[in-house]
């Protein structure tokens, strides 16, 4: 038989076949009371030690702990034989059925067979093989007595055993059935519960428990009782040195499976490998309902559960015996068993040594008592199981995670490609394969709108003289830098969802391309008119900026990247890619030009072949005008020839040159002052099929509930950052867990949903589309959504977006986790001396931003209102005021790239991997959501304080801020009522729908800041708190910009009806969020 290790390390020596068989009293006894069961302790635990008589009695009384699992139909408690677990005793058919939550391998007495149900039902022999109780770490040891009158093992028990086997029966028989609580895994149920427990009686001589506390022992220190800080609920085991004594009698010693003073008995042989291959099977029992995104109908968990039960023991020790025989002979009464109950006598040194012993256990007790609140209470349901997340933690490799970018960034990967098709086949193998595979994989198509330049005709920008002839002409594509800039599958530079067209007009620089912007122009009496305008990236979206140009006349739109922006300032050609991070002068940023997400023919509707699609001439968010970018380098060209004013200071950037508004070209310029700039663009539209890929881990507890991670798998180039630093630590990630769930050794109590999302470049369409097709159903059951796009943008320091209930989870799993580099701090530590904010709750804490829709999680926070985050490693702002990574979106971004530049060694990658990991596992197995409902009311209260600014205006217009000032008032009691009763359910063993309830409340708050009525110009933006703002007024969105637009048109009172509008869907989402978090059955 293997070893299993205690907390402390020390190995326990697990019996083999070998046991003693039944003594002929044993037969004797149960042929007398007609019962299968042993009837005395030493039948219980006869693996004990022979010992000469003692004279001084041992005082037994219930209180201690071994957990042990019940068998109602025979009474055998334990594991299998040989399995070094197992004991007998009275089956109670009334004991419920149990369902088991998660993972628990610490509470486990033996890890690899923790979840095994008996391969087959016990008999009366085989109890005997399994009769020995060692102890692990969670469990109390117990102390057996033996036959002191026997020097065999197999001799006849004393004739008073016989006797006391029906005192021992009637003292079983008052013990009250204790509470349950489950350890882990599916098919595995077990009782660990304290309450029920006898009242303790002051007996003379014997240090009882009472009031949680352990009595005082002369002679005795006791330690104090101090929580182990690492890991909740539960301390590791505190063994001491055994002392060697000469002519001791063996006595066992619960807590390392040997005799006290004896040399330590041979380990037994392990089983035969076919037999431990038969067991695992049993281990990784999958639980009957599985999260399924395919088929309407549900399945039930349904999934028989035995019976187990704990029941509590304990050795308390008598006073020293006397030294005197006669005073030996003067048997303390005790109120719990009778005189005859005593067992054997005991002489003064032995009884002195089983006090010793005694001792000692309650010294370990104590230990064990510390992180369980008090021995009277019960033990508290673990929340999560460290040391599953501290070997996810230590297995996530940094190498492995390199070789995944190698392979998914070594070909171009646009949506609907071969390459991307066979990226999907690579995560469908991944998922799949037999060692480190999910429960499930598989793919969801989707036939959906997407948007490509044309083979045959390129797009072009060109400056033409009046009679038509080409002057200057931009390039068609990136220059080919380190041989993975070319090819045919590098798509060319443009602007997806683009109208085609052949504008030309003067040029005009527009700077951002702002609505603000074009005003500044027209101010300046900038004629904007069948122009043709330059911006730079930046200050709004993309598709934004042509549709604020087609306001003021435009023809056609430019766009490029500007160094100051992006370089630091950087342009030359020996300063930039492949000489440093900084994006070289040819390179192109791509990108989608669609004002939504989503499909743009079926909004609010799967993109399945059956639904209804729009006309694409009557679909809106496509861009009015022609757009196309282009680099650095030709927009050089352009700005530094421009005639016109100079631009304004903030518009000025870094191209070496002074920035001018035109309208057309300067005198002394290479182009003539009527030059005109030509664009031609010749994208066309095209309905593909694009794939997600699900991964799926079913829960053992509570399957219908999801804990969502993904992120996209196409790019526009080979996409080495975006996305697949986020696809690889995806990948890695999921291998890891994949598994530990293979040997058997976890399963999450909720299910978790790794996703690989198709054509989010083209406008988060995978992810838009899943939302859709599977509203109801995510809406009832989605925990939270954890995205991981860009894993590395470079390796300064943590980033974190996302609602403010993910923020402690997030801070509790960074300072778990080192930070690369030998700095010696937390990830935590080091994000907070990068990003940093001062919190009125918690001081100075690491700074988590808002989401936008930059990302998948867009929809999942804005149309869903699942609680989201957005999880990376970023550089340091004071050190670089790039927007982002310099070569974002071009064809620029390699697996050398991040090799080279932004982490070499992929530390950074391993150190989001592990964040990300251990969000996951906190939110996916923690038996309480993490999620801390609480730091919603610092965001509330600081868009009051903003919302107070707009007061005296309000007011002139017959708008009161109170009922807003109440409500979030009623919210900010509400939460901290809510967190209490938590915290008052986590001192005790929570009925599991309390549990259900309190989690049910945590996950559907985010959902009552919905409000599908609140943005009506804005598709799929609900979430009333997080949609976008135009106002210049920190505050609450809808409210923000309804003020802006009220105050601009003066005394309108249509505006200010909206303003008032927006107030009371403000207060009526607070108000609904404030009773979700009051008790169930309180309206």
Same mark, same amino acid.
């Given at each position: 038989m293997s070893e299993r290790r205690t907390r402390s390390g020390g190995a326990v020596q697990c019996p083999g076949p070998s046991a003693p068989t039944p003594t002929r009293s044993l037969r004797r006894s149960q042929r007398k009371s007609g019962s299968d069961l042993p009837n005395t302790l030493a039948e219980v635990c006869p693996k004990a030690p022979q010992e000469a008589p003692v004279r001084k009695p041992i005082v037994l009384k219930k209180i201690v702990a071994h957990t042990v699992e019940v068998r109602a139909e025979r009474g055998v408690v334990g594991g299998e034989p040989g399995s070094g677990v197992g004991c007998v005793i009275n089956s109670s058919p009334q004991i419920p059925s149990i369902n088991s939550p998660r993972r628990s391998p610490r509470i486990a007495s033996l890890l690899e067979k923790e979840n095994n149900p008996p391969s087959k039902k016990l008999t009366k022999e085989d109890l005997f093989q399994t009769c020995s109780v060692p102890v692990t770490a969670p469990s109390t040891p117990v102390l057996c007595p033996v036959n002191a009158e026997s020097n065999s093992w197999k001799g006849d028990l004393d004739a008073r055993d016989l006797e006391m086997s029906k005192k021992v029966r009637r003292s079983y028989s008052r013990l009250e059935t204790l509470g349950s609580a489950s350890t882990s895994t599916p098919g595995r149920q077990s009782c660990f519960g304290f309450e029920g427990l006898l009242a303790a009686e002051d007996l003379a001589g014997v240090s009882p428990v009472v009031d949680s506390k352990l009595a005082e022992v002369p002679r005795v220190s006791v330690k104090p009782w101090a929580p182990d800080t690492t890991l909740p609920g539960i301390s590791p085991l505190v063994v001491k040195e055994k002392r060697k004594k000469k002519k001791v009698p063996e006595i066992l010693c619960p807590w390392d499976g040997q005799t006290a003073h004896s040399e330590p008995e041979e380990k037994p042989a392990p089983p035969p490998a076919a037999e431990q291959k038969s067991e695992d099977t049993q281990i990784s029992g999958e639980p009957d309902t599985e999260p399924s995104f395919s088929d309407s109908s549900e399945q039930q968990l349904g999934q028989e559960q035995e019976a187990s039960a704990t029941f509590l023991f304990t050795l308390l020790t008598a006073t020293e015996p006397a030294s005197d025989p006669a005073e030996d002979l003067d048997l303390q009464e005790s109120q719990f068993l009778d005189k005859e109950d005593w067992g054997p006598q005991r002489t003064s040194k032995e009884m002195s040594h089983l006090q010793n012993v005694c001792l000692r256990l309650r010294e370990s007790f104590s230990t064990i008592q510390a992180d369980n609140l008090a021995l009277g209470e019960k033990l508290r349901d673990l929340d999560l199981d460290l040391k599953i997340l501290e070997t996810v933690i230590e297995q996530l490799d940094a190498n492995r995670i390199r070789e995944n970018l190698r392979e998914l960034s070594k070909e171009p990967h646009l949506a609907t490609t071969p390459r991307d098709e066979a990226l999907v086949q690579l995560l469908l193998q991944r998922w799949q394969d037999p060692e480190s595979g999910l429960d499930s994989a598989r793919t969801t198509e989707y036939e959906v709108l997407l948007s490509f330049p044309s083979g045959e005709q390129p797009n072009r920008v060109a400056v033409v003289n009046s009679t038509g002839a080409i002057l200057f002409s931009c390039r068609h594509s990136e220059e080919n830098l380190t041989g993975e800039q070319g090819g045919p599958n590098v798509v060319p530079p443009y602007a997806a969802y683009a109208p085609p067209g052949t504008p030309q007009g003067p040029l005009v620089y527009a700077n951002q391309g702002s609505e603000e912007d074009f005003k500044e122009l027209q101010n300046k009496g900038v004629k904007l008119q069948d122009s043709i305008v330059l911006t730079r990236y930046g200050g709004v979206g993309r598709g934004a900026k042509a549709v604020n140009a087609a306001k003021y006349g435009v023809a056609g739109v430019l766009v490029y990247t500007d160094p100051k922006d992006i370089n630091d300032g950087k342009s030359l050609p020996n300063e930039t890619f492949p000489h440093s991070w900084c994006l070289p002068p040819s390179g192109v940023e791509r990108g989608s030009y669609f004002e939504y997400f989503g499909d743009p023919l079926t909004p609010y509707l799967p993109a399945t072949p059956s639904s209804f699609r729009l006309n694409s001439d009557n679909a809106s968010g496509f861009p009015p005008i022609p757009i196309q970018p282009i680099g650095f380098e030709d927009a050089q060209v352009l700005l530094c020839n421009l005639g016109g004013n100079l631009a304004p200071a903030d518009w000025q950037g870094g191209l070496g040159c002074d920035y001018n508004l035109g309208p057309g070209f300067r005198s002394n310029g290479i182009f003539p002052e009527d030059g005109q700039v030509n664009v031609s663009v010749h994208n066309r539209l095209e309905l593909r099929n694009s794939s997600n890929v699900l991964g799926i881990i079913r829960g053992a507890v509570e399957p219908d509930r999801y804990v969502l991670y993904g992120n996209h798998r196409d790019s526009w180039v080979h996409g080495a950052v975006d996305p697949s630093t986020g696809t690889a630590v995806l990948l890695e990630l999921s291998r890891v867990l994949g598994t530990l769930l293979k040997k058997g050794t976890w399963r999450p109590r909720r299910s978790i949903v790794f996703a690989s999302w198709g054509a989010e470049e083209f406008g988060l369409i995978g992810s838009t589309e899943f939302t859709e097709e599977f509203f109801s159903k995510l809406q009832e059951r989605a925990v939270a959504y954890i995205n991981v796009d860009i894993s590395v943008f470079a390796n300064a320091t943590l980033r974190v977006q996302g609602t403010p209930p993910i923020q402690s989870v997030v801070f509790s799993a960074a300072k778990q986790i080192s930070a690369p580099g030998s700095?010696?701090?937390?990830?935590?530590?080091?994000?907070?001396?990068?990003?940093?904010?001062?919190?009125?709750?918690?001081?100075?804490?690491?700074?988590?931003?808002?989401?936008?829709?930059?990302?998948?999680?867009?929809?999942?926070?804005?149309?869903?209102?699942?609680?989201?985050?957005?999880?990376?490693?970023?550089?340091?702002?004071?050190?670089?005021?790039?927007?982002? %990574?310099?070569?974002?979106?071009?064809?620029?971004?390699?697996?050398? %790239?991040?090799?080279?530049?932004?982490?070499?060694?992929?530390?950074?990658?391993?150190?989001?991997?592990?964040?990300?990991?251990?969000?996951?596992?906190?939110?996916?197995?923690?038996?309480?959501?993490?999620?801390?409902?609480?730091?919603?009311?610092?965001?509330?209260?600081?868009?009051?304080?903003? &919302?107070?600014?707009?007061?005296?205006?309000?007011?002139?217009?017959?708008?009161?801020?109170?009922?807003?000032?109440?409500?979030?008032?009623?919210?900010?009691?509400?939460?901290? &009522?809510?967190?209490?009763?938590?915290?008052?359910?986590?001192?005790?063993?929570?009925?599991?729908?309390?549990?259900?309830?309190?989690?049910?409340?945590?996950?559907?708050?985010?959902?009552?800041?919905?409000?599908?009525?609140?943005?009506?110009?804005?598709? %799929? %933006?609900?979430?009333?708190?997080?949609?976008?703002?135009?106002?210049?007024?920190?505050t609450f969105p809808g409210l923000s910009n309804a003020y802006s637009q009220a105050k601009n048109a003066g005394h309108e009172p249509a505006a200010w009806a909206e303003v008032q509008r927006q107030l009371s869907i403000v207060v009526a989402a607070l108000e609904g969020a404030a009773a979700t978090l009051r008790p169930v059955a309180d309206l």
């Open positions: 700095s010696g701090l937390s990830i935590y530590d080091n994000w907070i001396r990068y990003y940093n904010r001062s919190s009125s709750v918690y001081g100075l804490v690491p700074s988590v931003g808002t989401l936008g829709a930059g990302s998948d999680y867009a929809p999942f926070i804005h149309f869903l209102g699942i609680s989201s985050m957005d999880i990376a490693y970023t550089y340091d702002r004071s050190k670089t005021s790039a927007r982002i %990574y310099p070569t974002y979106h071009t064809a620029f971004d390699t697996f050398d %790239y991040v090799d080279k530049f932004l982490d070499p060694g992929f530390s950074s990658h391993q150190a989001v991997a592990r964040t990300a990991g251990s969000v996951l596992l906190r939110l996916s197995d923690s038996l309480f959501l993490p999620l801390n409902v609480s730091d919603y009311s610092e965001t509330l209260r600081s868009f009051l304080q903003a &919302a107070e600014d707009l007061r005296v205006l309000l007011e002139q217009h017959g708008i009161s801020l109170g009922p807003l000032v109440t409500a979030v008032e009623r919210f900010e009691g509400a939460a901290t &009522a809510f967190n209490q009763r938590i915290a008052t359910l986590r001192e005790g063993t929570p009925d599991p729908l309390q549990v259900r309830m309190i989690n049910d409340q945590l996950m559907l708050l985010e959902r009552t800041f919905l409000n599908s009525q609140a943005f009506p110009e804005e598709r %799929y %933006y609900s979430h009333v708190l997080w949609a976008p703002r135009t106002g210049s007024v920190a």
